[in-house]
């Protein structure tokens, strides 16, 4: 059994771990407050929407795209010089985090737009017809709406963030993935891949129940 | 209450403009309920959305109680919605909302009471609408009548003068309508608001209008007060709508009684007339028999009403028209 579980570092495991979260939580947040404003401006000015404008929709549309079509990898690497700028290093949790947010953002205003969509535009109607300003209607009728939607959306991003952090390791971020990596498979410590591995498992497990539960609760059609 | 001068609306459409309406005018007086009935594309949906702007017209003047809703600017405009119920076909409640805070909505955004206010004003609302023990609810726990008095409610939160309703029926069974409608006319009666609805239902109009309009092609091709409409209708359009609901077969095309005999005239008789033994009186008086052809007998809103078409025979037949027209009875002659 302690053959088995030779290479283990408990400590190791433990501070990587904590790497993980901080850095899932710390782009998590960062992600939502820019990528809720953007997916309501990109759901607004969309077509036959309140704002509808077309040539804004579609630059911006653009952007999101340019950014999801990169590859996380790629954008790591690039986003170097810029994360030095932003925290003063590359490394570590603070080092992943601006570019985990720059990666999810346009995926997460995407789905914020796609569950405003869903949104029945007689209740946005009925809402105007109240008299409600652009704002009221917003944060009133809009994002009540939606809630159940961009909760979910929030959950799948949390878990796309996940194995983003994983591939962060390259950069020095630090986290569970990057033990995975360097340990369980650069220096083939098995033991330590599979604790690892478990242990990511059991954090996307968690990430999507509670996403669930949250979904159940908000949702009353 | 409610005029429009020379109003009309056109959508562009793939680079093409296409009139939904046309050089409307249009008078809703204070205090009634004016229906507007029209098959779908007719542009009365259209023109509802105009009275709040929920559409902007292309051109023309529209005035509601003194005030020229076309020349208000945003800011005056959310406060003019805020004096204007409005309820729909599919209720267009929100669903992440009990019903109280669907009710106090309006209350809200117009932000003028305080909270404790609003929360009493609630209570007495879903008292009004018999929903009193649903205030914590959610709308998808509640039928689709419940749900329409619930827009009812929220409707008459701000207390408003003129009540919208787009199709507020349309969803509904024959009973939960025939409720909701009565609650509507309640309302009117008691707290003085003046209501406009649109609806492809001559049975709706008939039950609570006291006006209605009837268009077809963006224009209104017959208004008038509903009992005028109804029994002597002049426009295809509002035949065919009276016609829908009455199955009625003398206004049918075609039918001309040629195996009948004697001169044929159609009767209708309006309030007490209608319960009146008049017909047989003047038989016995006139000595003129009758056969009836066709016939029906109902209420417009509060009026008892009532149509036959007879035949006539027996050679004084114009002496009994002149006794029925002296008796308050509508006399056309469809054959003489």
């Known amino acids: 059994m302690s053959e088995l579980l030779m290479n283990l570092d408990w400590y190791e495991i433990w501070q990587a771990t904590l790497d993980t979260l901080l850095m899932l939580g710390g782009s998590l947040l960062f992600t939502v407050l820019l990528g809720l404003p953007m997916g309501v401006l990109l759901f607004l000015v969309g077509p036959r929407q309140m704002f509808e404008h077309r040539a804004f929709y579609a630059l911006l549309s653009f952007f999101v795209n340019v950014l999801r079509s990169l590859p996380f990898i790629i954008l790591l690497i690039v986003m170097i010089p810029i994360t030095v700028i932003m925290t003063g290093t590359s490394l570590g949790v603070a080092g992943a985090i601006p570019p985990l947010v720059i990666g999810t953002t346009p995926f997460f205003a995407r789905l914020v737009e796609t569950s405003l969509r869903e949104v029945d535009r007689g209740i946005i109607e009925?809402?105007?017809?109240?008299?409600?300003?652009?704002?009221?209607?917003?944060?009133?009728?809009?994002?009540?709406?939606?809630?159940?939607?961009?909760?979910?959306?929030?959950?799948?991003?949390?878990?796309?963030?996940?194995?983003?952090?994983?591939?962060?390791?390259?950069?020095?971020?630090?986290?569970?993935?990057?033990?995975?990596?360097?340990?369980?498979?650069?220096?083939?410590?098995?033991?330590?891949?599979?604790?690892?591995?478990?242990?990511?498992?059991?954090?996307?497990?968690?990430?999507?129940?509670?996403?669930d539960r949250l979904v159940v609760r908000f949702s009353r059609k | 209450m409610i005029e429009f001068h020379?109003?009309?609306?056109?959508?562009?459409?793939?680079?093409?403009?296409?009139?939904?309406?046309?050089?409307?005018?249009?008078?809703?007086?204070?205090?009634?309920?004016?229906?507007?009935?029209?098959?779908?594309?007719?542009?009365?949906?259209?023109?509802?959305?105009?009275?709040?702007?929920?559409e902007e017209p292309s051109g023309g003047r529209i005035i509601v109680d003194g005030v020229d809703v076309t020349a208000l600017d945003a800011q005056g405009l959310r406060r003019f919605r805020q004096r204007v119920g409005m309820i729909f076909q599919h209720f267009n409640l929100l669903s992440s909302k009990t019903v109280a805070d669907n009710v106090a909505m309006p209350l809200k955004l117009a932000g003028e009471l305080p909270r404790v206010q609003i929360k009493q004003r609630v209570v007495e609302l879903l008292a009004r609408v018999g929903l009193s023990e649903h205030a914590n609810k959610y709308p998808a726990q509640l039928s689709g009548g419940q749900k329409q008095r619930v827009g009812i409610a929220r409707?008459?939160?701000?207390?408003p003068k003129i009540l919208l309703?787009?199709?507020?029926?349309?969803?509904?069974?024959?009973?939960?309508?025939?409720?909701?409608l009565q609650l509507l006319a309640e309302i009117n009666r008691e707290l003085?608001?003046?209501?406009?609805?649109?609806?492809?239902?001559?049975?709706?109009i008939?039950?609570?209008?006291?006006?209605?309009?009837?268009?077809?092609?963006?224009?209104i091709v017959e208004h008038g007060l509903v009992?005028?409409?109804?029994?002597?209708?002049?426009?295809?359009?509002?035949?065919?709508?009276?016609?829908?609901?009455?199955?009625?077969?003398?206004?049918?095309?075609?039918?001309?009684?040629?195996?009948?005999?004697?001169?044929?005239?159609?009767?209708?008789?309006?309030?007490?007339?209608t319960y009146a033994p008049l017909l047989g009186r003047v038989a016995r008086e006139t000595g003129v028999d009758y056969s009836i052809l066709a016939g029906r007998i109902g209420r417009i809103k509060d009026q008892a009403c009532g149509q036959l078409t007879l035949a006539l025979t027996g050679g004084k037949e114009?002496?009994?028209?002149?006794?029925?027209?002296?008796?308050?009875?509508?006399?056309?002659?469809?054959?003489?």
Do not use: W
């Open chain 1, 126 to 211: 009925a809402t105007q017809a109240m008299g409600a300003s652009t704002r009221q209607i917003i944060f009133n009728a809009l994002l009540p709406e939606a809630r159940p939607g961009i909760i979910a959306a929030t959950t799948v991003t949390a878990i796309t963030l996940v194995s983003y952090t994983a591939m962060a390791g390259v950069v020095g971020a630090g986290g569970l993935g990057d033990l995975a990596i360097r340990f369980g498979y650069q220096r083939f410590q098995t033991d330590v891949m599979v604790v690892t591995v478990i242990l990511l498992l059991l954090l996307v497990q968690v990430l999507q129940s509670v996403g």
């Open chain 2, 6 to 54: 020379d109003v009309h609306k056109s959508y562009a459409v793939n680079g093409q403009s296409i009139a939904a309406l046309q050089s409307m005018q249009l008078k809703v007086l204070r205090g009634e309920i004016f229906g507007l009935i029209g098959h779908s594309g007719a542009g009365k949906s259209t023109l509802l959305r105009l009275i709040n702007r929920l």
């Open chain 2, 165 to 180: 309703c787009d199709e507020a029926t349309s969803a509904l069974d024959p009973q939960t309508t025939a409720q909701v």
């Open chain 2, 227 to 273: 009992s005028d409409v109804f029994l002597h209708p002049q426009h295809p359009t509002t035949q065919r709508f009276v016609q829908e609901t009455e199955g009625d077969t003398d206004l049918a095309p075609g039918e001309d009684y040629q195996h009948v005999s004697g001169r044929i005239v159609r009767l209708t008789f309006l309030g007490e007339a």
């Open chain 2, 155 to 159: 409707a008459l939160a701000t207390d």
């Open chain 2, 206 to 219: 008939r039950r609570v209008c006291d006006r209605v309009g009837v268009m077809d092609g963006g224009v």
């Open chain 2, 318 to 336: 114009m002496l009994a028209e002149q006794q029925l027209r002296a008796a308050g009875v509508h006399v056309e002659v469809l054959r003489p």
């Open chain 2, 192 to 204: 003085g608001l003046t209501i406009v609805l649109i609806t492809h239902e001559m049975d709706v």
